[in-house]
Every structure is written in C-alpha cells, then in structure tokens.
C-alpha cells in the first residue's frame, strides 16, 4: 500500500503511464512498440531503495557505484534510433542497473549485454530473472568497447556510456544494415550518433544532444 491507500502495484502503474505520455510521447517517440515497452517494464525496480519516489521522475538517477540509471526519454530515443525487429541480435555495451537490458529483451531481441563493473551484474540479472526476462539475455563482465569477440556481428549496438570517438571493434561488429547508437563527445556533454553499415561503409549521422557518464576501455576513456 502507499501511503495514500492505494496499492503500491496500481500507482506505479499509474506513474509509468503518466512518464510515457508527458515525457516520451510528448517528446515525440512514436514507436508504438518502444512506448509498450517502457509501458511494459517497471521502472522502480531498477531504481535504487532510497530512490524509489523518484522512479519515474525525468531524469537519471544514482545507480551505486558512480553510475547512473539513465533518464527515460533518452532510453526511448535510443530505443527508437535502434528500429529492432523481434529476433534481431542486438549487443548492449553498460548494462548498468539492466533497466535498458530489459527493454530491449521486452521488445523481442536476442541480447548480449556487457558491463564493466562486475559487481553490478548480478543485481541486473536478479531483476531480469525476477520478470521473466532473462531467457533472451546473455550477461557478461568486461570491457565492451571491444565487442562481443565471439558473439558474430549484430543487427543492433547499443552504447550507454560516453565515447570520445566510435569504438573500431564496435564499428567491426555491426551487420550489413546494422545500426549503432553510441552517445560521442567530451566527459561532460555528448551527442547521440547514429551509425548505419551500408555497402559503402559506415554512415553517421548526429541525433540530439545528450550527458552519459564516460564509456571506459580500451578503445574509450583510459579511466
Ligand atoms: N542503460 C543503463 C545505463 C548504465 S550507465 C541503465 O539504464 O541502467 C553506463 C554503464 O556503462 C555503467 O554501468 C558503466 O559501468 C558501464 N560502462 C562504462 N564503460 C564500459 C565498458 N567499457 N564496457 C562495459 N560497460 C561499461
């Protein structure tokens, strides 16, 4: 129950569908299968104990650790930016709290998702676990600018941490008319780039701009 009487269920509920309309739909994310997701996934879940009122506030939120859980809109627009077909393969580079993770396994596709800070995995694949999930999710630790060496090439990349430059091993594993989205720019403030594989090679084209917290590794930030 909240403290209002209301079953704790309903009003989250209530408040993810409210998020979907006034920051998503009214930010003009049209997908009608990334707005079911976002509808679809509870979002408190992902959220820290001492965050939970803030679960569905528009913004990122504290994730432990340094990191961040990231602000919906900008789930949704990568999400978009993406354009999955249920049954494609997609790599996840910062999984982080999993709540990305869980999106895109809501939307059908085959993930492998890779995070960098080992201790974070296991929560993510508690909670993954916990709404059935994690069938459609392969988890690993490790540095993900550097791909999914045996994972094959992927119809869908989807960077959650700041990059200064495309990673060449990400760029290498995209399909033929795969999509790439990785925010790129400097520590503080980035833009969202999407990039095609064509038969002329890549295509990159900036989308909005954005703030991740940095994507390190090998072929990113040293630290
Ligand atoms: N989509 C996640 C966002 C996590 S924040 C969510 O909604 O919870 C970005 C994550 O990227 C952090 O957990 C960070 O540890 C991870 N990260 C940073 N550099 C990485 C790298 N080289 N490989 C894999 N993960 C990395």
Partial sequence: MGGDGTPAGERDGARREEMVRTQIEARGVRSAAVLDAMRRVPRERFVLAEEQARAYEDAALPAGDGQTISQPYIVAYMLEALALEPGQRVLE???????????????????Y?????????????????????????????????????EGGTFEGILVAA????????????????????????????????????GVHGLVTRPLIPCAFVPLVGEQAWKS
């Fill in 93 to 111: 580079v910062g999984t982080g709290t999993g709540y990305q993770t869980a999106l895109l396994a809501t939307l059908g596709a085959e993930v």
């Fill in 162 to 197: 700041a990059a200064p430059r495309i990673p060449p091993a990400l760029a290498s594993a995209l399909a033929p008319e795969g999509r790439l989205v990785i925010p790129v720019g400097d520590r503080e403030r980035q833009h969202l780039l999407l990039a095609t594989r």
């Fill in 113 to 149: 998702t890779i995070e960098r800070i080992p201790g974070m995995l296991a929560p993510a694949e508690a909670r993954l676990r916990a709404l059935g999930l994690h069938d459609r999710v392969r988890m690993a630790s490790g540095d993900g600018t550097l791909g999914w060496p």
